[in-house]
């Protein structure tokens, strides 16, 4: 059945297949993280080999990582499809194309294997060209989103891991344009990604599947803390990222600090807290799903409005 299924798939829906596995379309968003923490730091552009390296190789590590997140989990996953009523979940970024297409057979281990293998090589290599620094920081994303995976069934500690891993990016991309940046603004940096991505992404995410999760004995939030619990840790998240967004840039005082501000602070209440109280007030999976994709769009806005200030000044 599945051989019958991966030969059915050919020329552009086989990438798409690929594509899919990796979360393109979430991958391609997650690249202004790290492009909008380097802007930050370094408060200039970059030369443009610099940029354009930056990107190719911030694009390959998420393509990579999502894509071995797929390859460890496609057991489980499978087991998940085959309980899961889609339908009730409500729409995410992450579904946009096939959802865990190694699960469903469309695509075999090994190929999902030698596509997460050949990004993991490029971005690898583009880190290399950036600092050494940030190959071992991209190692160490791989090896923790292997170990996040391998705790689905162990503890709701591992969203711990999830939110370590969605900051490595935006830290890689500090040292690939200064190889001694502040470790004050690298700890602001961090926390302001990582309660994003506790927030914003992986909590609303799992509350969309809990009752799969349940089934499957998952230890997520929702299952250990209840959607009450889960709600409530959810809103406090977005508020204390919107809060590091600000103090950021208290860091790194600039003529366009106050309109940093306040733009930070719209752009948060918009994506983050309008969306996250919602949640908190109405409880349903269909909200979750809207928060999920509008924090998704979160570090873009970010970055637009550096990227806008700095050509304005």
């Given at each position: 059945m599945?051989?019958?299924?991966?030969?059915?798939?050919?020329?552009?829906?086989?990438?798409?297949?690929?594509?899919?596995?990796?979360?393109?379309t979430h991958?391609?968003?997650?690249i202004?993280?790290?492009?909008?923490?380097?802007?930050?730091w370094?408060?200039?552009?970059?030369?443009?080999?610099?940029?354009?390296?930056?990107?190719?190789?911030?694009?390959?590590?998420?393509?990579?990582?999502?894509?071995?997140?797929?390859?460890?989990?496609?057991?489980?996953?499978k087991?998940?499809l085959?309980?899961?009523?889609?339908a009730?979940?409500?729409?995410?970024?992450?579904?946009?194309?096939?959802?865990?297409?190694?699960a469903?057979?469309?695509?075999?281990?090994?190929?999902?294997?030698?596509?997460?293998?050949?990004?993991?090589?490029?971005?690898?290599a583009?880190?290399?060209?950036?600092?050494?620094?940030?190959?071992?920081?991209?190692?160490?994303?791989?090896?923790?989103?292997?170990?996040y995976?391998l705790?689905?069934?162990?503890?709701?500690?591992?969203?711990?891991?999830s939110g370590?891993?969605?900051?490595?990016?935006?830290?890689?991309?500090?040292?690939a344009?200064?190889?001694?940046p502040s470790v004050?603004?690298l700890?602001?940096?961090?926390?302001?990604?990582?309660?994003?991505e506790?927030?914003g992404?992986?909590?609303?995410?799992d509350?969309?599947d809990?009752?799969?999760?349940m089934?499957?004995?998952?230890?997520?939030?929702?299952?250990?803390?209840?959607?009450?619990?889960?709600?409530?840790?959810?809103?406090?998240?977005?508020?204390?990222?919107?809060?590091?967004?600000?103090?950021?840039f208290?860091?790194?005082?600039?003529?366009?600090?106050?309109?940093?501000?306040?733009?930070?602070?719209?752009i948060?209440?918009?994506f983050?807290?309008?969306?996250?109280?919602?949640?908190?007030v109405?409880?349903?999976?269909?909200?979750?799903a809207?928060?999920?994709?509008?924090?998704?769009?979160?570090?873009?806005?970010?970055?637009?409005?550096?990227?806008?200030?700095?050509?304005?000044?």
């Open positions: 599945e051989t019958r299924l991966i030969q059915n798939c050919t020329g552009f829906s086989y990438l798409k297949l690929f594509l899919a596995l990796s979360r393109t991958a391609v968003l997650d202004a993280a790290p492009a909008a923490a380097a802007l930050m370094l408060q200039a552009f970059p030369p443009l080999s610099v940029i354009i390296t930056g990107l190719a190789t911030a694009l390959a590590g998420y393509l990579a990582v999502y894509a071995l997140n797929d390859v460890v989990d496609f057991r489980l996953d087991i998940k085959q309980q899961a009523e889609h009730a979940s409500g729409f995410d970024l992450d579904s946009m194309h096939v959802r865990h297409p190694l469903q057979g469309l695509l075999s281990l090994p190929e999902g294997l030698v596509w997460t293998g050949v990004w993991a090589l490029l971005a690898l583009g880190a290399y060209l950036l600092n050494p620094t940030c190959v071992l920081i991209f190692l160490l994303s791989i090896i923790l989103e292997i170990l995976c705790m689905l069934q162990v503890s709701h500690l591992r969203i711990v891991i370590v891993v969605k900051t490595l990016g935006g830290v890689a991309a500090v040292f344009v200064d190889p001694q004050s603004f700890s602001i940096l961090f926390l302001w990604l990582f309660f994003w506790v927030g992404q992986n909590i609303p995410n509350l969309t809990v009752d799969e999760d089934q499957l004995d998952a230890k997520t939030v929702p299952v250990r803390f209840g959607p009450g619990g889960a709600r409530w840790i959810i809103l406090a998240s977005l508020i204390a990222a919107v809060i590091m967004s600000m103090i950021l208290k860091m790194r005082p600039l003529p366009y600090g106050p309109l940093y501000m306040i733009g930070a602070l719209v948060g209440i918009y983050l807290l309008i969306p996250g109280y919602r949640l908190y109405m409880k349903t999976r269909l909200q979750a809207r928060l999920f994709n509008r924090a998704s769009y979160y570090p873009l806005a970010i970055l637009v409005m550096v990227a806008a200030l700095m050509l304005w000044f």
